[in-house]
């Protein structure tokens, strides 16, 4: 039984949060709970409970939720499956309204006890009006709202991305990668088993939330099909939204938390549902990352049509080859254009092609010039500046390297199509440390990065296909 | 008009090389080139030539080939075009029998002048029986021979992968990046435009040569098409070949230095033949290093059942989606195996599965263990053991991570089966270094390394694939 769909705005926005199993001892989830909240300044009463009441991290401790003085909205128990259920009545004399829980060892153990004791928890919480997020999640993370994953040392910048995400690695992993892709979030859900509020609810709740601006799920199980698709439907309607479904094969699906009878081959279906619904698929997290980045940094695009400039010899062929592969088109320059280039450059033949071919041109003003006058030709819509970190350090020397990505930076927002940049690197030390740096860059002057052409044509074309589809397709 | 396939141990083994613009300035081509030879420990007589004269490197310079005394085996040069064209008699006089030249400008441009030059390059040469490799390329990599790319510092180690590379970058890229992925080289052989010496040139001394056991190939043109199918059928009964070919889609075979009239609608064509020769391809420089792996390391393997080790919610879902949407099967374990595991582990249901869901276990006794027992069971053929970098530091500890690789590589060799292992960053600098310093050690134990469980995967199965087929099909 389904409670109805609650306003997100209610949930997340408590005046008062009860920690149950906080902790003084730092490697204790309960610690890091109380810390990742503070430091995220929660704005309202924080009360931390533990047996042995005192003060941790100079907040006055509770022996027991019942101790705690006014009432309670949220309640992030950090205890063990079983006594967490023992909780309900207090936290409902209290007022709760959430119960948000860390523990595993309910339903998706598979094993009947598991089951049972989740069918027990969602009973009581439904008696007395709570709302569960998880079992076996890491919660919120909602930088404006003060709520934390545990143990986050995360940006506390908030942003227009908003995620519901099944898995709690996979949520953690999404905010520490996505941040170093420049990616800001509005909130992200972990929701684990979804024994109450699932995926449907979150979907609902985001598509409503004026703070999210672009929605992304992962999500493995799906309670209600009809009802999900639905909300996703309307959901895309309102905003773009991107969708990553874990358990697409046989083996991936027994490695869900859900477990449902659900055949792999249903995943054909479910392709279709996505399709009609106009949510992107995609089917990696760092796919997910990749494909947002359009999303939050360019202008709608509705033409493929891209130019390329950078690299050199195989990495070009290589890049082109990547593009079109991915249904992105790779246009030659046109006579005139070939013609303003030779002006300036040494670039002779196929070098002046697209891709333009800058092994000749590692020259700050060359290269910059060369991108200016290519992004200004109507017959491409955006841009893709490439290039290998050690090659061209160690062919073009480190100085001509970092002028080229200064000048990049001081062009790159006056260009006249967006741009974005791929940077590869062999894996040395010395290049992965320059990668981070040179991408740390131009994603604070919001430019998007990608690892791989193949990577950044695919969430290129992804975009430029959702925006060739119209709202009522 | 071809001159005759010649013995790859005629040219590659000269007493005598003259550099053409060696030089003492160390940011020039020609120090480069004169440098790595030296540090490559060529054994044979190495002659400078400069027109000034005097002393490069400790080493006497010549003004002029002429002036060198006795004879020379091996040219190569780094001067320009132009002036190559006019070193071809002298070289002839002094008994030449390869030139290996730098320079670009000839027919990759795509233009009138350069393919002009290059026709009169190889007029000039085969009159006089000099063999040409490029122009365009940066020769040879063959650390037991002495031969070296210009600039480079790679490892002077021996190995078994032979490459024909027509892209000197990607030659670069993949000396460099695959020495750190554990691949050594017997010849890496960058042959840029293939004037003279081509593609099925290489391929059929590499499948002649007792020092390579696999071949890899990069090549964009093909000259003669029957000729190097051919040359591909008779490599691949001797030993694996693995085949990149750039230029698959329109605008990438603009990119190529080949600039045939050749549609991209007959790449098709080169599936169908690549596949018939038993030529296992590839599709970028990333996917030829990954599928080397297995090849290298690995006994045969002719069943795809892999077991996963690590990781651990969505992460373990991704991993299973993964392995079976690549052609992987990940069969769940046997009952009683799960109730062996359950002996000394805290898992439970479906983390028993396969993927064997390690959150719980991070410890490095349990995950060694139960690595041993998944090994021992008769249902897989290959393990995947899979940790997120940042994840397992942080949420299990440094220590326990440390813990784990020293005891996965103290065990790894005794496993009854195949491993391969999947190492992730969030791409932090702290976890790139940690990856960095992991892969390394892994490496040096002969375990093949992926940065994604879809890599490990699509490699394994081109790899289960090629055994499949016998060598008559």
């Keep these: 039984v389904e409670q109805g769909s609650p306003k997100l705005d209610n949930l997340l926005h408590p005046s008062s949060i009860a920690i149950i199993g906080a902790s003084a001892d730092p490697t204790s989830k309960g610690y890091d709970y109380l810390k990742g909240i503070m430091e995220f300044d929660f704005g309202g009463e924080l009360y931390p409970v533990n047996p042995k009441g005192g003060e941790i991290l100079g ?27 023992e909780l309900i009545e207090d936290c409902a004399i209290k007022g709760a309204k959430v119960l948000q829980l860390f523990a595993a060892g309910f339903s998706e153990t598979g094993e009947e006890e598991g089951r049972k004791l989740e069918e027990e928890l969602v009973q ?23 709520l934390a994953f545990a143990r986050a040392k995360f940006s506390k910048r908030s942003g227009p991305v908003g995620c519901l995400v099944q898995s709690g690695g996979h949520a953690w992993t999404l905010v520490s990668n996505g941040s170093l892709r420049g990616i800001s979030f509005s909130k992200v859900i972990s929701f684990g088993n979804a024994c109450d509020l699932n995926e449907s609810d979150f979907l609902e709740c985001l598509a409503n939330d004026p703070e999210t601006e672009v929605i992304t799920a992962y999500v493995e199980g799906i309670k209600n099909g009809p009802r999900f698709i639905n909300a996703a439907k309307k959901a895309a309607q309102a905003k773009p939204v991107i969708m990553f479904k874990g358990g697409r094969t046989e083996a991936g699906r027994r490695a869900t938390v859900s477990h449902t009878g659900a055949l792999a081959g249903q995943d054909l279906i479910w392709d279709a549902l996505f399709h009609q619904a106009r949510v992107i698929r995609v089917y990696s997290l760092d796919e997910l990352i990749d494909t947002v980045l359009p999303f939050i940094y360019f202008p709608e695009i509705k033409s493929p049509n891209v130019g390329i400039v950078g690299a050199g010899g195989g990495a070009s062929v290589q890049a082109a080859d990547e593009c079109e592969s991915k249904g992105l088109l790779v246009p030659p320059l046109p006579p005139e254009l070939r013609h303003r280039l030779k002006e300036f450059t040494p670039l002779v033949g196929s070098s002046l092609g697209n ?40 062919w073009q020397g480190q100085s001509v390297l970092d002028g080229i990505i200064d000048a990049l930076l001081t062009t790159a927002k006056g260009l006249s199509k967006p741009m974005a940049v791929v940077l590869q690197s062999f894996g040395t030390p010395r290049g992965l440390n320059m990668l981070y740096s040179i991408q740390k860059r131009f994603v604070q002057a919001g430019i998007p990065v990608y690892p791989t052409v193949a990577r950044a044509a695919n969430a290129m074309s992804k975009f430029i296909e959702y925006h060739n589809r119209s709202k009522d397709d």
């Design 59 to 85: 907040l006055k401790a509770y022996p027991s939720v019942k101790d705690i003085p006014g009432t309670i909205d949220y309640v992030i128990s950090c205890i063990p499956a079983q006594p967490t259920i």
């Design 124 to 146: 009581k919480a439904q008696k007395r009006g709570i709302r569960v997020i998880g079992p076996n999640c890491i919660g919120v993370h909602y930088p404006k709202g003060g």
């Design 355 to 394: 891709p333009v071919d800058t092994v000749e041109i590692w020259n700050p003003q060359h290269f910059i010039r060369t991108l200016e006058l290519v992004a200004t030709w109507d017959g491409i819509d955006l841009l893709i500046a490439h290039a290998v970190i050690e090659i061209a350090a160690q």
